[in-house]
């Protein structure tokens, strides 16, 4: 089975390593419009922060004699009729199966003055790829001011980024709070205030009108108040655009993405297929790699004729760590989630806004299905453990709040080394903790040598933590020093 791959990036690249190794037949050839190999582009706006070097971005790339990557190459049409996708090099790739996973493009508003010669000037930049990092980086050693246009989850994450290398940063937002899709009122302004005790000017409700760029550098932004603001760095975080034009040209429907079914199929064409960010599942996308890695997993399972039924991962159930640098964010659930008035759901809130804390807990049945968390990264990782592992908590949602913030601890998250087994410790791979103990067992002693054979760490990099903490126990068992008994079990 020949099967064309389009898009080499987090999920394409995986969906073609993990097709090979479970389908001795396929044949696949990924098409990709970058250079580079395929990094973990979640940790781009690290990058940018100065908190993690370029190796941390580095993921296995697929190689094996059935799979032909090439880099540097887009595909430019999608020839259904014969079943070939052609390259912008002319070359055209016969295919038994196509997989659409082009991901997304950042969204850049129309602002005047932004564009010249088809290219944004000199200090305008989005962050949607390395290159798009690179630049950045580069303009932050001759700017001393920057804008960050959009009040988003990256928009924070920038703002917050180069604020820390020491820019004046100036967050502009055409919306009045920040964050709206994901946070109420209440937890903007104190994300709001968060921010700005890191020095960040928060401007709201206005937009961009226009820049001052002569000979093509930025000099100014101008604001739709009127308001002007010197600025050699303009970052626009304004949000995504699913890349849906190969199929939208192909006559496949798009909507907010390639609309496909339960089986990750083309409403017309089911030898044609999207994943990842690009794609529009029964129940939507949430632009988050977990959703994509697992429609690549489901997908490859499906065409490597693997028994079980497909499902779709709908959103709703993500936990978001917002990687500001300088305060903790993080969300779990849906904003939109029905009101508290049903008997089974409830809802407690503390909000702090002297102390830049405030917690959200929405418990149904005994489980928590919805929380925000800013200002404590205890409070944080004991609810999202929770909230990931679905593990039952109190009815009274008070006594969720109450214990952790009372300092008692009784819900705190027990170290990894305390853990069973079953217990996933890399949300975003699925990893658990008994598959990361086998790899230990078999010879892995570094985090990174963890990552290459289980993948845990390879997403959003919040489990990292834990797995230096289960090789560290594993050292100090072979020192003979005291472990806990579970660790020492497995160990
Ligand atoms: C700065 C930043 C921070 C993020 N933070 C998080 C986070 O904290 N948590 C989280 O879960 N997610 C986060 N994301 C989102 C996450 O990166 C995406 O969900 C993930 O990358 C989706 O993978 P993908 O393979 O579908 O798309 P991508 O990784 O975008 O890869 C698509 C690839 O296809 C290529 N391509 C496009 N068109 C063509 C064509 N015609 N021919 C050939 N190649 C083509 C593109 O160049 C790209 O290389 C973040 C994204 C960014 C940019």
């Not at 820049?211 to 975080?237: H, K, S």
């Not at 499906?302 to 993500?318: D, I, M, N, Y």
């Not at 009101?339 to 089974?344: D, G, I, K, R, S």
Request: contains cysteine; glycine residues 12%.
């Amino acid at each position: 089975m020949r099967i064309v791959v389009i898009g080499h990036g987090m999920v394409g690249s995986r969906f073609a390593a993990d097709l090979v190794e479970a389908d001795p037949e396929a044949r696949v050839t990924v098409l990709g419009q970058e250079d580079h190999d395929p990094y973990n582009r979640v940790m781009l706006s690290s990058l940018v922060a100065g908190t993690v070097d370029p190796g941390a971005l580095t993921l296995a790339a697929p190689r094996h004699e059935r799979v032909q990557v090439l880099r540097g190459v887009s595909a430019v049409r999608l020839d259904r009729g014969r079943r070939v996708v052609l390259d912008s090099r002319g070359r055209e790739h016969p295919y038994d199966r196509a997989v659409l996973a082009t991901g997304s493009a950042p969204r850049i508003p129309e602002i005047p003055g932004v564009w010249a010669d088809g290219q944004l000037v000199g200090g305008v930049s989005a962050l949607k790829d390395l290159d798009d990092a690179r630049r950045i980086i580069a303009s932050t050693l001759r700017a001393d001011q920057a804008v960050v246009l959009g009040a988003g989850v990256l928009g924070l994450e920038v703002a917050t980024g180069l604020a820390a290398r020491g820019l004046e940063v100036t967050l502009v937002h055409h919306r009045d709070r920040l964050m709206e899709r994901q946070l109420d009122p209440d937890a903007s302004e104190i994300a709001r205030s968060s921010v700005e005790r890191l020095g960040i000017r928060v401007v709201m409700g206005t937009g961009a009108a226009g820049v001052d760029a002569p000979g093509g550098r930025l000099q100014r932004v101008q604001l739709t108040d009127g308001a002007e603001i010197p600025a050699q760095l303009l970052v626009l975080c304004a949000g995504t655009v699913p890349h849906a034009d190969l199929a939208e040209e192909s006559g496949l429907t798009c909507e907010n993405g390639v609309v496909v079914g339960y089986d990750l199929a083309t409403a017309e064409d089911p030898a044609v297929f999207a994943i990842g960010d690009c794609a529009q599942p029964p129940g939507g996308a949430s632009g988050l790699v977990a959703q994509g890695w697992e429609q690549s997993r489901q997908l490859v399972h499906a065409l490597a004729r693997r028994p079980g039924a497909l499902s779709a991962t709908p959103p709703g159930r993500e936990l978001m760590r917002v990687k500001a640098v300088g305060f903790a964010l993080v969300t779990m659930g849906r904003i939109d989630r029905p009101a508290p008035t049903a008997h089974a759901l409830r809802s407690v809130r503390m909000s702090d806004p002297y102390g830049g804390r405030y917690t959200e807990v929405v418990v149904h049945d005994g489980h928590l299905i919805a929380a925000t968390v800013i200002g404590d990264e205890e409070i944080a990782a004991t609810l999202g453990a929770a909230f990931t592992r679905r593990t039952p908590v109190p009815r009274d949602p008070v006594h969720l709040l109450a214990r952790p913030l009372s300092g008692q601890g009784a819900a705190a998250v027990r170290p990894v080394a305390e853990r069973g087994d079953a217990e996933t410790i890399c949300q975003c791979n699925g990893v658990t903790k008994g598959v990361l103990c086998a790899a230990i067992r078999s010879g892995c002693s570094t985090p990174a040598e963890l990552s290459d054979a289980t993948r845990a760490g390879t997403g959003c990099g919040t489990c990292t933590g834990d797995l230096t903490a289960l090789l560290e126990s594993r050292a100090a068992a072979a020192n003979g020093e005291t472990v806990s008994a579970a660790v020492g079990a497995v160990l």
